[in-house]
């Protein structure tokens, strides 16, 4: 049977009879009125117990866990951008070097994994979606809707990217993860499909705290400690896509560890796969 709908008043109501403390009911129904019950809700998963009740747990302290969520989104978000723009500049990059301009057009340049009828008709649709930009406008009317790589790959969102790095040659693929990344192929190849799913979480305003991830990253060989798929695993991965050491520690990482520092009192570490000594593990060395 369907539940029926609440007022924000019986909302506040159920988290004070499942074991929630609440301090100062004007806040809770503000809080309440702003956020989605069943998104904030999500937030108690760590403090719940067998009988559908929670460990007590003060009210200010949930809400302080989804705004440490919140922010931590925004800043991956950030370095999330950037990652997607490096991407699209070193595979187009290579590709219309080796391929030509329009090389990405000809199925025989992929591996025989790679679906090309269906490559075709996810970049007609973007095409499509994206008809009203200048730049798409114009290679349709002027261009004979002819667009070189370098073009095409300002509409791939992030999991065609991570598609497009998986549909190419082994020795093409090796060649691009060992000169620009410096790491292994294979490990470039999971990466990005799991920093697409990193990449639509924080996009779509998913939760993070305590979330296990369901696609696991391939672990590097020198990784200073045990993976978990939380998502201190995936910033760890990240640094390596960030090419400018000085921006990675100054900025970004100064940014989280201010971050952690300020919501430390709410959030626990291991709800976010964060180890001992994160720190220096997550600063860019080289």
């Known amino acids: 049977m369907v539940k029926p709908p609440t007022t924000y008043i019986q909302q506040m109501e159920i988290l004070k009879t499942r074991g929630i403390i609440i301090n100062d009911d004007a806040f ?6 702003q956020l989605n019950y ?17 460990k ?8 302080n866990i989804y705004e440490f969520d919140r922010k931590l989104r925004s800043l991956l978000l950030t370095i999330l951008e950037e990652i997607e723009l490096l991407l699209r500049t070193k595979f187009s990059y ?11 057009m000809d199925e025989s340049h992929y591996n025989p994994k790679h679906s090309h009828d269906n490559f075709l008709n996810e970049f007609n649709n973007l095409i499509i979606k ?28 992030f999991g065609m990217l991570s598609k497009f790095y998986a549909d190419m040659f082994p020795c093409d693929k090796k060649l691009i993860a060992k000169q620009d990344f410096n790491i292994g192929y294979i490990q470039l190849e999971s990466w990005l499909l799991c920093i697409s799913t990193l990449r639509n979480r924080c996009a779509h305003y998913m939760r993070l705290y305590y979330y296990i991830f369901n696609k ?23 640094k390596y896509f960030c090419l400018d050491k000085q921006k990675w520690n100054d900025i970004y990482m100064n940014n989280l ?12 570490p291991d709800h976010i796969g964060f180890p001992s000594n994160w720190e220096y593990f997550i600063m860019k060395n080289n």
């Open 28 to 33: 809770c129904l503000h809080v309440l009125s």
């Open 38 to 54: 069943y998104r904030f809700t999500a937030y108690l998963i760590p403090f719940k117990l067998d009988d559908d009740k929670y």
């Open 56 to 63: 007590e747990v003060e009210f200010e302290k949930i809400y």
């Open 94 to 104: 290579y590709h219309a070097h080796k391929y030509g301009s329009l090389g990405y």
């Open 130 to 157: 994206n008809k009203d930009n200048l730049y798409v406008k114009h290679h349709v009317k002027n261009k004979n809707s002819e667009f070189p790589i370098w073009v095409a790959m300002e509409l791939f969102p």
């Open 216 to 238: 696991w990253l391939s672990v590097p060989k020198d990784a200073p400690y045990k993976f978990s798929n939380k998502i201190f695993d995936y910033i760890y991965i990240m």
């Open 257 to 268: 560890i201010t971050l952690i520092k300020q919501y430390a009192h709410d959030i626990e």
